[in-house]
């Protein structure tokens, strides 16, 4: 199984409607991120979190809000889905001791918006 | 504001040449490093990183790095490429708040 596995990998939508997007990962991290990945502009950050009580807007925060259910699980939510939310959604995850800067991603999780 | 640029959008390369992809930072101090590969259909995995010291940093598949504090760069290098190198790579770069900034990738094609 993948150390970091996000669900689903593929979601169609409705302009308007309400999306999560879940991670869940067996590292023991403490830190976890979401990212979209869009065509030519990279990875861009949305929010973080350093361990359950502690959740942070990165980049590009408007329109999305997330969950730390707990030191495994973090949830991306689009509360109401518009198109250009249309990307590839990366979570990963970060280990805090003797930082690295190394991410472990998961596979993604493709979003259209219609 | 930490930031990247990777100037080439695409690269095509011939199976056994020499690769080069550039990075160019911008940050106040010393930065760290990184370079991300991404496969089709993949996350993104560490190709290497640069904190400090030894200029010239090794990294997994025969991949090395040289960080030119004068230029503000950090280009990738590969001797000689192969098919399987194909991919979407990532320059990112970390100051003192540890937040990664991505480049926007440069994608290679590796012709037989």
């Known amino acids: 199984d993948a150390d970091v596995t996000q669900t689903p990998r593929n979601r169609i939508t409705k302009t308007g409607k309400r999306i999560m997007l879940e991670c869940s990962q067996t590292k023991g991290h403490d830190r976890m991120y979401w990212y979209r990945q869009d065509p030519g502009l990279g990875l861009r950050l949305i929010y973080y979190?350093?361990?359950?009580?502690?959740?942070n807007k990165g980049e590009i925060s408007d329109g999305y809000s997330v969950s730390r259910q707990a030191q495994a699980k973090f949830s991306l939510s689009l509360e109401s889905a518009i198109p250009n939310q249309t990307a590839l959604y990366f979570c990963?995850?970060?280990?805090?001791?003797?930082?690295?800067?190394?991410?472990?991603f998961g596979e993604g999780s493709r979003l259209t918006v219609l | 504001a930490q930031s990247v640029t990777q100037p080439d959008i695409h690269i095509t390369v011939s199976e056994g040449a020499s690769l080069e992809l550039r990075c160019n930072y911008s940050y106040g101090a010393t930065p760290y490093l990184f370079w991300y590969v991404q496969s089709p259909g993949q996350g993104l995995q560490l190709l290497l990183k640069y904190f400090s010291g030894d200029t010239l940093v090794q990294g997994i598949k025969g991949f090395e790095a040289e960080f030119k504090r004068s230029q503000s760069s950090f280009n990738l290098r590969k001797p000689s490429v192969h098919w399987s190198d194909a991919a979407e790579y990532f320059c990112a770069v970390s100051g003192s708040a540890r937040q990664l900034t991505f480049g926007s990738g440069t994608q290679l094609t590796v012709l037989p």
């Open positions: 979190s350093f361990d359950v009580k502690d959740i």
């Open positions: 990963a995850t970060s280990d805090e001791q003797g930082y690295t800067g190394e991410l472990f």
